[in-house]
């Protein structure tokens, strides 16, 4: 199932995408934003009453997480490229819930770089609040898939030697633009395109640790939320984006997340 949140006429609301590739709203939203952090609501309620054709409404992002939980150089190809090392475990960092943007807005290009790369990637979103969970267990905490950009001022990262700046702008991370939840997350074709040029070209059965693996490595370090997000890290071919790019990342069971520098 395709699941997407988006702005209406009455607000903010989550919506299933059909057969015929109309949103059906929730009865409920997958996430209470309003209380504390809950888990995702699994048991989903549709108002099949009422319908929105896609072009009708605004897509935003598919959830607010409370921090986004990147994973470096889980391609070997793209260890290759940055000329690092392969690593045994997981390379783990952080961007700030403030990075985040939705499917067809613009990435702002700060004053303060003077590159700014794409990392196409796909991102597990957590349905239940976990921590210390094996790897055979995962997915019984992922709520499903979604797409990611990695957005990098790929000097800062060289300059500063750890990576908190260059990943951290606002506008660093569109994520969506939906949610797939019943997909094979091992064996997905990923594409990212820059002005209709095909960049980078793989298939997440290349990753070096796979998607239960990364979130038993990540929960037993911190306490995961529902409505997190673990980016799983990206293939080959990243590369420098300029003011007026287009740049679209498209992983064939969720879609095409698309956005303007």
Same mark, same amino acid.
């Given at each position: ?8 006429e ?53 959830v +607010?997480?409370? %921090? *986004? ?6 391609? @070997? ?5 940055? #000329?690092?090392? !392969? ?33 196409g ?16 267990y ?25 990576w ?17 939840t019943?997909?094979?997350? +091992?064996?997905q %074709? *990923? ?6 040029? @095909? ?5 997440? #059965?290349?990753? !070096? ?53």
């Open positions: 199932m395709k699941f997407i949140r988006f702005i209406s009455n607000g903010e609301k989550s919506g299933l995408i059909n057969k015929e590739n109309l949103i059906n709203p929730l009865k409920q939203d997958y996430i209470n934003y309003d209380s504390d952090l809950k888990d995702i609501n699994f048991e989903i309620e549709v108002d099949n009453s009422k319908s929105y054709k896609l072009e009708d409404i605004k897509i935003i992002e598919p +607010k997480p409370s %921090k *986004i939980v990147c994973v470096g150089l889980n391609y @070997i190809e793209h260890g290759e490229e940055l #000329n690092m090392d !392969i690593p045994n475990e997981p390379k783990i960092f952080l961007k700030p819930s403030t990075t985040t943007i939705p499917h067809e807005e613009k990435i702002n290009y700060p004053s303060m770089t003077n590159q700014v790369d794409y990392e990637e796909l991102a597990i979103v957590i349905g239940k609040k976990c921590k210390d969970i094996e790897a055979n995962a997915r019984d905490y992922i709520f499903g898939y979604t797409i990611l950009n990695d957005v990098t001022a790929r000097d800062l990262q060289s300059i500063d030697g750890q908190t700046r260059a990943k951290s702008f606002d506008t660093f991370c569109p994520i969506g633009p939906v949610i797939n019943n997909m094979d997350a +091992k064996n %074709k *990923i594409k990212t395109k820059v002005n209709g040029i @095909i960049k980078q070209d793989s298939n997440t #059965n290349n990753m !070096i640790f796979d998607t239960n693996e990364l979130l038993s490595f990540i929960s037993k370090i911190m306490t995961l939320n529902s409505g997190d997000i673990i980016a799983t890290g990206t293939p080959k071919g990243v590369g420098p984006l300029i003011l007026g790019d287009i740049v679209e990342i498209t992983i064939e069971d969720i879609g095409t997340l698309r956005n303007y520098i």
